[in-house]
């Protein structure tokens, strides 16, 4: 499965408070708990919803990476220099790997569902945002918008992509959810840079 810069981020301080956690025997919190243990009662395989699934995990890569293909468009729209816009990305990264165990622990007992339908909710809602954009601040908003949920929703559509498959088929409910990040990878990105050149920036905003 592809990582972009954030999920790796996210995937690594997780781990090591997890490992430190386990060296110091105290007791796992929620977010340590495999995903695995985390998934409920298995239903009839659903794919339209693991298609919904699949989308939303491509409109996050999506989003996140935007600005590569779009620093000079972008720079000269917004004002700004363009390591200001190559500082979207570094923003980014840290805000998922700041904000994400606080909110897991905030949604800890939530349905996690429910954790995907809300996280699914601000990714959109941060996508209209940056789409009407009139500034940097802005724009740097709706990003932290949709890097404040980008962790959770990583750390629980694996679980609930499973719950939506009958046993035996939970591997391949997963790797079509993930086929989200890596389609983003290979045809998001290019698509979406060859749009906003094409036309203004915002343009592409998932």
Avoid at 59 to 88: F, R
Avoid at 130 to 142: C, D, E, F, N, R
Avoid at 162 to 169: I, V
Wanted: overall charge positive; charged content about 10%.
């Amino acid at each position: 499965m592809t990582e972009t810069p954030a999920a790796a981020a996210t995937s690594a301080m997780v781990t090591r408070v997890c490992e430190v956690i386990d060296t110091h025997s105290i007791a796992r919190p929620r977010a340590c708990v495999s995903l695995h243990s985390m998934s409920t009662a298995p239903s009839r395989a659903n794919t339209p919803a693991l298609l919904v699934l699949g989308a939303t995990a491509f409109i996050y890569v999506t989003a996140e990476t935007l600005p590569v293909g779009l620093l000079p468009e972008m720079s000269a729209d917004l004002g700004v220099g363009e390591s200001a816009i190559g500082l979207l990305l570094t923003f980014y990264a840290y805000a998922v790997a700041v904000i994400t165990l606080p909110l897991m622990a905030a949604v800890k007992s939530w349905d996690r569902r429910k954790v995907v339908v809300i996280t699914a909710g601000a990714l959109a809602v941060s996508q209209l945002v940056s789409a009407v954009s009139v500034g940097y601040p802005m724009l740097v908003g709706a990003r932290l918008i949709c890097a404040a949920t980008h962790g959770v929703f990583w750390a629980v559509v694996a679980p609930v992509a499973a719950s939506l498959a009958a046993p035996g088929k939970r591997a391949k409910a997963i790797a079509l959810v993930y086929a989200g990040t890596s389609l983003a990878l290979v045809a998001g990105n290019p698509l979406t840079a060859a749009l906003g050149q094409w036309t203004r920036w915002p343009s592409p905003s998932p």
